[in-house]
């Protein structure tokens, strides 16, 4: 079971590779990810939709920083799927390495 497809990934970075480069290094790793975890899903803002929401944390490179909290909400409309996502790290971007990679984590 796929749970986010990888064509929502290549739309999400929008053109960006290097996110999607380092992020599949990481999503390779069996270790910088751990702590999975899927909350229950739950409405959307529109009454129609349904919002699953998928957490973990990472290691950051540095090993002595905090582990960062990675996110990524999958909202459903009908046939419409929109992806968000949100990491703690200091890049504090919507395309970092990080999101991207848990994100091919949840492709495979
Ligand atoms: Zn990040």
Redesign the pocket.
């Known amino acids: 079971m796929s749970t986010i497809d990888f064509e929502k990934i290549l739309e999400y970075v929008a053109g960006f590779k290097r996110p999607l480069v380092k992020g599949s290094l990481l999503a390779k790793s069996k270790t910088h990810f751990f702590g999975y975890g899927r909350l229950p899903d739950k409405p959307g803002n529109a009454n129609d939709s349904i919002t699953t929401h998928f957490i973990t944390s990472c290691l950051s490179h540095k090993l002595k920083d905090k582990p960062?909290t990675?996110e990524v909400l999958k909202t459903v409309r009908n046939d419409d799927v929109e992806i968000k996502g949100l990491?703690?790290?200091k890049?504090n971007i919507n395309r970092?390495?990080?999101?991207v990679g848990f994100m091919l984590k949840l492709e495979r």
Request: hydrophobic letters at 40%; glycine letters at 0%; aromatic letters at 0%.
């Open positions: 960062l990675v990491c703690t790290c890049a970092c390495k990080h999101i």
